[in-house]
């Protein structure tokens, strides 16, 4: 048995009107094509759902019964019409994101609290994601938008610079620190360091500056988290190597050094699958994340 939503739409116009004529008209249709339409849905429901007087109708318990549930579906159907509009619009819907160590302290949480606010009705969802993980699951559509690590040399992504990351050293308040040796015035101190199954890229490329420096650091500890290892650092324990924008996270005891080295730079785009492209949603996001770029990377994309 199969009940249009046109059906209960005129058995609840009944219901309201108790009148075919003035139930027809609200509908814009003819009284004989509305009686019409009654009469198969009863055929269908296997009984009246109304009793027909002189002057007006009355519903029976059948109709009083499929009127009320009616009234709950059309009220449903509405709103799932009116979620599907929106999220065509890009306004609604559940946006997968993946991001890194970087990101998550730089560009991410600023541009998630702009988009959060002018899309209330869109659900995110973060993933914490090495670069190699993320372009997997982009690849895959596991994820709809990622922050990774440049290059990336993926013909099924679109990346867009957006933030431009330095390592840094950070030190406990003890350390000795000489600016005209550089990195190099830390080459006897134990290294404390992100391990390198949380992200091999950015282990890899805290050795690589080291070994710019002139010497191979002595790792004492690896540890997760950005935060274990600022602590670690805060307590004295060694010395890191962090993006700087770990600097805002405000640990006590720790300081920062920035560093002169050309190969501690590196640059994070937002990437996105190809296909992609024209989904409102993740556009809709990208475009938040461009806005909320720092003027320096907006000036270096005008220059290229």
């Keep these: 048995?199969?009940?249009?939503?046109?059906?209960?739409?005129?058995?609840?116009?009944?219901?309201?009107?108790?009148?075919?004529?003035?139930?027809?008209?609200?509908?814009?249709?003819?009284?004989?094509?509305?009686?019409?339409?009654?009469?198969?849905?009863?055929?269908?429901?296997?009984?009246?759902?109304?009793?027909?007087?002189?002057?007006?109708?009355?519903?029976?318990?059948?109709?009083?019964?499929?009127?009320e549930r009616g009234r709950q579906l059309l009220r449903e159907a509405e709103a799932t019409v009116a979620l599907s509009q929106r999220a065509a619009r890009g306004e609604a819907g559940l946006l997968r994101i993946g991001f890194g160590i970087a990101s998550i302290l730089g560009l991410l949480p600023g541009a998630l609290l702009r988009f959060r606010r002018s899309h209330p009705g869109v659900q995110l969802q973060l993933r914490d994601m090495s670069t190699p993980e993320q372009i997997a699951a982009l690849a895959s559509r596991e994820i709809d938008v990622g922050f990774v690590r440049l290059p990336v040399a993926d013909d099924r992504l679109v990346v867009r610079p957006v933030l431009d990351e330095r390592l840094v050293l950070a030190l406990g308040p003890h350390t000795a620190w000489h600016a005209r040796a550089g990195l190099r015035s830390v080459a006897t101190e134990p290294f404390?360091?992100?391990?390198?199954?949380r992200s091999a890229s950015f282990y890899d490329h805290a050795l690589a500056v080291c070994a710019a420096a002139g010497f191979a650091p002595r790792i004492v500890q690896e540890a997760y988290e950005l935060f274990t290892v600022l602590s670690l650092v805060g307590a004295g324990l060694g010395v890191s190597l962090v993006p700087r924008s770990a600097a805002r996270m405000h640990l006590p005891g720790v300081?920062?050094?920035?560093?002169?080295?050309?190969?501690?730079?590196?640059?994070?785009?937002?990437?996105?699958?190809r296909d992609a492209a024209n989904i409102p949603l993740v556009q809709r996001f990208v475009e938040t994340v461009r806005a909320a770029r720092p003027a320096s990377v907006r000036q270096g994309k005008r220059s290229r």
Aim: net charge positive; proline share 4%.
């Design 192 to 197: 404390i360091i992100i391990a390198r199954p």
């Design 255 to 273: 300081r920062f050094r920035g560093l002169r080295l050309p190969e501690a730079a590196w640059n994070i785009a937002v990437a996105w699958h």
């Design 1 to 67: 048995m199969d009940v249009e939503l046109a059906d209960l739409t005129a058995i609840v116009a009944l219901a309201d009107a108790l009148h075919f004529g003035r139930a027809a008209e609200r509908l814009h249709v003819s009284q004989p094509a509305l009686s019409k339409r009654i009469r198969k849905l009863e055929d269908r429901i296997g009984g009246p759902l109304l009793v027909r007087r002189y002057r007006d109708v009355r519903l029976t318990e059948a109709g009083r019964l499929l009127v």
